[in-house]
């Protein structure tokens, strides 16, 4: 099983280049600048800030190259990013590793993977798109997380505000922000642990703003599937509770977000035994759950590991067998894994 979790769902498609997230089409915002990052710290909430840059995102068409760096890992993509109205189309081409083509357009996700000829086809739902911080619209954020100016910067040419996001206890990780002064545009991100440590990096090492890039010319592009084997995964929306699990003790600050079954390819229903994935999120880190029958021939009891800011750990229980995932501290996610429960 692949697990595929949306913790900052664009990084994660740098570095694996398996897949982009979304946003449902939305009206851009007014052209107007919006205010500056000292002045937004009197006039707005946490949440009213975050969404400014949730919609510079989205308002704004741009060539560049992105590099995310995670220890000794280090990953590039290219990114044609351009809007018209409502319609959002971006290509995501990878510079290293395995060559990828990802295409996006609003909620449609394609995957080219030309050395095996296969193309996935995938719809995604999700509130934000780069730098997917945005999770949801809660205002508790503010109880989790304050915002901070740190200074300025400049990256990739642009000048930025740099802003902290601080978290209030030590479930969830922090985050160092480069904003463009002008509209918002996220352009460099860190993450940060809780001793305020850079865990991973996310940046533009080169960006064109207002970049000449034609929404048909990539969509001419997203149509070619020729000589391309289709696969399009089913994910069968329901309910946690639905499929017999629960958290007996909820997660301070994580909300369930969203839950499917995953059948196997060329399925037309789910059965009981397909993975199941719940995900939780606090307005900005997301955790995810993945339970799947236990096959003792191939699968650990319990491990763990780390990438960066990513976490995962899996433990047996009962017959199946519990993944998490998310961009928290590890004993986060073990406070997941102890409060699943199994109602049947």
């Given at each position: 099983?692949k697990?595929?979790?949306?913790?900052?769902?664009?990084?994660?498609?740098?570095?694996?280049?398996?897949?982009?997230?979304?946003?449902?089409?939305?009206?851009?915002?007014?052209?107007?600048?919006?205010?500056?990052?000292?002045?937004?710290?009197?006039?707005?909430?946490i949440?009213?800030?975050?969404?400014?840059?949730?919609?510079?995102?989205?308002?704004?068409?741009?060539?560049?190259?992105?590099?995310v760096?995670?220890?000794?890992?280090?990953?590039?993509?290219?990114?044609?990013?351009?809007?018209?109205?409502?319609?959002?189309?971006e290509?995501?081409?990878?510079?290293?590793?395995?060559?990828?083509?990802?295409?996006?357009?609003?909620?449609?996700?394609m995957?080219?993977?030309?050395?095996?000829?296969?193309?996935?086809?995938?719809?995604?739902?999700?509130?934000g798109?780069?730098p997917?911080?945005?999770?949801?619209?809660?205002?508790?954020?503010?109880?989790?997380?304050?915002?901070?100016?740190?200074?300025?910067?400049?990256?990739?040419?642009?000048?930025?505000?740099?802003?902290?996001?601080?978290?209030?206890?030590?479930?969830?990780?922090?985050?160092?922000?480069?904003?463009?002064?002008?509209?918002?545009?996220?352009?460099?991100?860190q993450?940060?642990?809780?001793?305020?440590?850079?865990?991973?990096?996310?940046?533009?090492?080169e960006?064109?703003?207002?970049?000449?890039?034609?929404?048909?010319?990539?969509?001419?592009?997203?149509?070619?599937?020729?000589?391309?084997?289709?696969?399009?995964?089913?994910?069968?929306?329901?309910?946690?509770?639905?499929?017999?699990?629960?958290?007996i003790?909820?997660?301070?600050?994580?909300?369930?977000?969203?839950?499917?079954?995953?059948?196997?390819?060329?399925?037309?229903?789910?059965n009981?035994?397909?993975?199941?994935?719940?995900?939780?999120?606090?307005g900005?880190?997301?955790?995810?759950?993945?339970?799947?029958?236990?096959?003792?021939?191939?699968?650990?009891?319990?491990?763990?590991?780390?990438?960066?800011?990513?976490?995962s750990?899996?433990?047996k229980?009962?017959?199946?067998?519990?993944?998490?995932?998310?961009?928290v501290?590890?004993?986060?996610?073990?406070?997941?894994?102890?409060?699943?429960?199994?109602?049947?």
């Amino acid at each position: 099983m692949k697990y595929k979790f949306f913790c900052k769902p664009f990084l994660i498609a740098v570095l694996a280049v398996i897949g982009t997230v979304q946003a449902k089409s939305q009206t851009p915002p007014s052209p107007q600048a919006p205010p500056s990052v000292e002045s937004s710290f009197h006039s707005k909430n946490i949440n009213d800030w975050l969404m400014r840059m949730h919609e510079a995102s989205k308002s704004r068409t741009y060539v560049g190259t992105f590099v995310v760096s995670a220890g000794a890992n280090m990953s590039s993509a290219k990114i044609w990013h351009v809007c018209e109205g409502e319609q959002l189309v971006e290509r995501v081409e990878s510079l290293t590793g395995a060559p990828r083509s990802v295409f996006r357009h609003n909620d449609l996700v394609m995957t080219f993977v030309p050395e095996q000829k296969i193309l996935l086809k995938e719809k995604r739902e999700s509130l934000g798109m780069f730098p997917d911080l945005l999770k949801s619209a809660d205002s508790r954020i503010a109880d989790f997380y304050e915002v901070k100016p740190d200074g300025v910067g400049r990256v990739a040419g642009v000048d930025a505000d740099v802003v902290r996001l601080i978290p209030k206890d030590n479930l969830r990780f922090g985050y160092r922000i480069w904003v463009e002064k002008k509209n918002g545009l996220v352009v460099k991100l860190q993450t940060l642990n809780t001793k305020a440590q850079v865990l991973e990096q996310a940046a533009f090492s080169e960006l064109q703003l207002g970049a000449p890039v034609k929404m048909d010319h990539l969509l001419q592009m997203m149509n070619k599937v020729e000589g391309y084997r289709v696969e399009q995964p089913m994910l069968i929306k329901t309910k946690a509770s639905s499929e017999g699990w629960q958290l007996i003790s909820p997660i301070p600050g994580f909300m369930p977000m969203s839950c499917y079954k995953r059948p196997p390819s060329g399925a037309n229903t789910a059965n009981a035994s397909d993975p199941l994935q719940c995900t939780f999120s606090d307005g900005l880190a997301s955790v995810s759950l993945f339970v799947e029958p236990y096959d003792a021939q191939r699968q650990d009891r319990e491990s763990s590991m780390a990438l960066g800011a990513t976490q995962s750990m899996t433990r047996k229980l009962g017959a199946h067998l519990i993944t998490v995932v998310g961009e928290v501290p590890m004993s986060t996610l073990q406070l997941f894994a102890n409060a699943l429960e199994s109602k049947k």
